[in-house]
């Protein structure tokens, strides 16, 4: 099989299913930025501090292709057998939230993003899934999407900020409250 098809040189793409849309569609820019999580994702994982953590990230990069795969479906004519996102994907990653919380001081103010550069990793992988959350919110508007796909991606970004503040404890970076200016 080969990468090009030349069926997208005219601005669109096919969703599993068949059917043809804009590469614009707001379907393609959530499972696009799906995609493009994931790959952020693919960089924590190639500078994680331990093998749980990398571990944790390559399940989270399983569920975001399996995501991604129901946002990328016709859902009125496609008749592929896809994997589930379930509830137990989002109480992973819940766990996985708490179990980094035992190590970290409470949060008293909102922090800047940065201190080390994988901190600054985590930042960016998190802003990118609060993107994806907005555009399926937008397009659950016009398509319904299982709600376990919002809450997936709701409590992956919390996830991922706990992370970033686990990251900077075990880096021993400085972590930099906002204080805002009066």
Known sequence: MKVYTKKGDQGNTGLIGGTRVLKS???IDAYGTVDELNSYMGLLRDTTINDILKQDIIYI???LFTLGSWLASDP????MQLPEIMEEDVKKLEDAIDKMEEELEPMKSFVLPGGHQVVSFAHIARCVCRRAERLVVELNQSSPQDPVILAYLNRLSDYLFVYSRYLSLHLKAEE???IPRK
Do not use: L
Request: hydrophobic share 15%; aromatic share 8%; charged share 45%.
């Open 176 to 178: 930099i409250p906002w």
């Open 25 to 27: 569609n707001p379907r």
């Open 61 to 63: 990069q399983d569920r």
């Open 76 to 79: 009125e004519k496609s008749k």
